[in-house]
């Protein structure tokens, strides 16, 4: 019997890199699909175009980002690596060594970068330059996608994404997913190479909506519904489906499907308060809730109803966000709030303040707010009443897609 080893025992397994170091599988897999999502044909189309070697896909939650780029990966015969970044990957070593991982299976990690992430004190040089030989030794044609990049915010993570980006030889494609745009990154749009999805181009449509209703609620709506339906959600796929959740089992006419779906619904509640509350610094979900009794919002106006300074520079950061902000305007000062997402704003606004409207300061608000504004009639900047809420809630707002 062989030294250190137990009769009828087998010598234990080398434990593997991942294992050591922690990572979390799940990041490195390309997440699955439902049954009901939408296949995105022409966008599929799009991705599969071979000058696409740099794929920005920016939009707000919800818009599909994930499901578009894992149906295209999981239908591409081409080599593909994934990896979902999360707040930990802004420590270098901790990304280098999930990219590692997610290269591994094509590519095996040289000696010494492999001392490096080992090591307790990495060399950020030493890391960026391990990175680049895998990624110049990856065998083309070959896919990587960064899904939820926005979580990279410390420059030493954003460098070395860029560093990668700028790495890749022909036939070496990476797509990259988030809410905001990745000027970090280095991307810009007069990239070689680059195609940029956002969120006009994942905005459903009425086809869309039609089978997504009829995946998820088993049920056809017609035009007229499929368009009251688009009319309510903005093509937003999220509350398309959230929709068509809320209105499958429920006992009442096609007629009523887009009038009984309103910010208030416990679908798009959960899905905001999960999306906003939990994600932004509190001064940021104040800013949100207080301005939601503008019909359209500037700098100006947000001020004068906040009796504040600086507000446009806070629309301005909503919007590189991506936090569900139409843009009025090229010039970046008008904007207003998507019109599900505003009602539920406005639904957190009366259950923090329940008396807001009935006070001389929010009186004293609104007329300022008429004062500053070009563009509102004065008794839009009132806060309404539930009962007025409920009212304008059933009319369906104006089609604009997002």
Not at 91 to 114: Q, T
Not at 124 to 135: D, T
Not at 282 to 287: I, K, L, M, R, S
Not at 354 to 364: F, H, I, M, N
Request: hydrophobic letters at 40%; charged letters at 25%.
């Amino acid at each position: 019997m062989a030294a250190g080893t137990v009769e009828g025992l087998k010598p234990p397994l080398e434990i593997g890199h991942d294992v050591r170091w922690g990572l979390r599988h799940s990041r490195l897999r390309i997440p699955s699909t439902r049954t009901t999502d939408v296949v995105r044909e022409s966008l599929l189309v799009r991705l599969s175009d071979p000058s696409a070697l740099l794929i920005n896909v920016v939009a707000p939650p919800g818009y599909g980002k994930t499901t578009l780029l894992a149906q295209y990966a999981s239908s591409i015969s081409e080599r593909t690596a994934w990896l979902s970044v999360g707040e930990d990957c802004n420590d270098p070593i901790v990304l280098v060594r999930y990219l590692a991982i997610a290269f591994e299976p094509y590519v095996p990690i040289g000696p010494d970068l492999l001392s490096e992430l080992d090591a307790v004190n990495p060399r950020s040089s030493i890391l960026e330059a391990g990175l680049g030989e895998v990624v110049r030794g990856v065998p083309a044609p070959f896919l990587l996608v960064i899904d939820d990049v926005d979580h990279l915010t410390d420059p030493s993570a954003t460098d070395l994404i860029r560093a990668l980006v700028e790495e890749a030889q022909a036939g070496i494609r990476v797509a990259l997913s988030g809410l905001h745009q990745a000027k970090p990154f280095g991307l810009s749009q007069a990239t070689q190479g680059l195609l940029e999805i956002g969120p006009n181009d994942l905005a459903f449509g009425e086809d869309d909506a039609v089978v997504l209703f009829r995946n998820v609620a088993d049920e056809d709506i017609e035009g007229s519904d499929a368009s009251a339906v688009m009319d309510r959600t903005e093509g937003w796929p999220a509350a398309v489906y959230l929709a068509a959740l809320s209105h499958r089992g429920a006992d009442r006419p096609n007629l009523a499907i887009a009038e009984a779906f309103h910010g208030d619904d416990r679908y798009i509640v959960d899905f905001f308060r999960e999306a906003v509350l939990t994600r932004l610094p509190p001064e940021q979900v104040d800013f949100l809730i207080r301005t939601a009794v503008l019909d359209e919002l500037s700098g100006p106006l947000c001020d004068a109803i906040l009796d504040t300074s600086g507000s446009g520079t806070h629309l301005e950061e909503l919007d590189d966000a991506n936090l569900f902000l139409v843009p009025l305007d090229h010039r970046r000062e008008r904007y207003r709030y998507h019109y599900l997402f505003r009602e539920w704003l406005l639904m957190e606004l009366r259950h923090r303040t329940p008396d807001l409207e009935k006070t001389p300061t929010a009186r004293a608000s609104a007329s300022r707010a008429t004062r500053a504004s070009r563009y509102v009639p004065s008794s839009r900047h009132a806060v309404p009443s539930p009962s007025a809420m409920s009212r304008a809630s059933m009319e369906a707002p104006p089609s604009v897609k997002t």
